[in-house]
């Protein structure tokens, strides 16, 4: 198993900073890999400011991803208490690119 500390700066829709840890197994060279994270989100969505939480699954086999990054339930706080969602990741020229899809109470 690999173990990884994250730490992330976040520009646009979102601001702020992400920290957490990630639990890895497999091949990545062969393309064949998997791993889990817990990451703490802190700043601001738009005009609201807050912190959650996000839950990663990743799993590559042959070359074939899966990704999931979920907003964990219960974890918003601040501004983003009820926060629901989920982030869809793109890479670009090895720049990781992230889009929130995300529903807060009124």
């Known amino acids: 198993l ?5 730490a992330k700066t976040f ?3 979102i601001v702020g900073t992400g920290a957490g840890e990630m639990l ?5 060279a062969a393309g064949s890999a998997g791993y889990v994270a817990l990451e703490w989100v802190s700043g601001r969505i738009g005009a609201r400011a807050g912190r959650f939480a996000l839950q990663h699954s ?4 042959r070359g074939g991803q899966r990704l999931s990054i979920t907003v964990v339930p219960g974890t918003g706080s601040g501004e983003l208490a009820g926060l629901a969602g989920h982030l ?19």
């Open 88 to 106: 869809e990741l793109s890479v670009a020229d090895g720049v990781h690119g992230y889009t929130l899809h995300y529903r807060l109470p009124d």
């Open 24 to 28: 890895s197994a497999g091949d990545p």
């Open 2 to 6: 690999g173990r990884f500390l994250l």
């Open 11 to 13: 520009e646009g829709g």
């Open 58 to 61: 990743g799993t590559m086999d």
